[in-house]
């Protein structure tokens, strides 16, 4: 029975950080995805000479 409830709290506790994983993934692409846009953003500001 001991063993049983070992890896029962073992799975659960590798699906949590299968979950997180996965997140922090998708949280990495969209921070990607961001800086790629504030780069983007940051040039077209500096090309065309625009000031505040």
Same mark, same amino acid.
């Given at each position: 029975?001991?063993?049983?409830?070992? +890896?029962?709290? #073992? $799975?659960?506790?590798?699906?949590? +950080?299968?979950?997180?994983?996965?997140?922090?993934?998708?949280?990495?692409?969209?921070?990607?995805?961001?800086? #790629?846009? $504030?780069?983007? $953003?940051?040039?077209?500001?500096?090309?065309?000479?625009?000031?505040?």
């Amino acid at each position: 029975m001991n063993i049983f409830v070992i +890896v029962v709290i #073992v $799975a659960i506790i590798l699906l949590l +950080v299968g979950g997180f994983v996965q997140a922090l993934q998708f949280l990495l692409w969209v921070g990607a995805v961001l800086l #790629v846009i $504030a780069v983007i $953003a940051w040039a077209i500001r500096s090309l065309s000479g625009r000031s505040r």
